[in-house]
């Protein structure tokens, strides 16, 4: 695989972790408020909440998925910069690699 694509595998995997945080702490706030709610009240807060029409949610839904392939690009730059920090490429002119990693081996 390229480091570019490892970079992004791992950037979706560390958003992916952020958001269910995310998600998990807003569904668990959300009951509790529901909780404390009539039966009245719990109906006509439940019916503000859904009442979108189609057009409002696709705008919200591109700009989600907008800042997700931004903040999945800008966390795939800065890992893959690491990466290349970390073990460095070697350069394509010569077939030798940059760092000796036999020389490291336990044998």
Do not use: C, W
């Not at 702490?25 to 404390?36: I, M, V």
């Not at 700009?63 to 997700?68: D, S, T």
Request: aromatic share 6%; glycine share 4%.
């Amino acid at each position: 695989m390229k480091r570019r694509t490892i970079a992004r595998v791992i950037a979706a995997i560390l958003l992916s972790y952020g958001m269910a945080f995310m998600v998990v702490s807003s569904h668990k706030s959300e009951l509790a408020q529901y909780r404390a709610l009539s039966h009245d009240a719990l109906l006509e807060t439940l019916a503000k909440k859904h009442g979108a029409d189609f057009s409002s949610s696709f705008g919200e839904s591109l700009l989600g998925v907008g800042v997700l392939v931004a903040l999945i690009e800008l966390m795939t730059s800065i890992i893959q910069f690491a990466i290349n920090r970390i073990v460095p490429q070697h350069p394509l002119d010569s077939a030798e690699p940059a760092v000796d990693l036999t020389a490291s081996r336990i044998q």
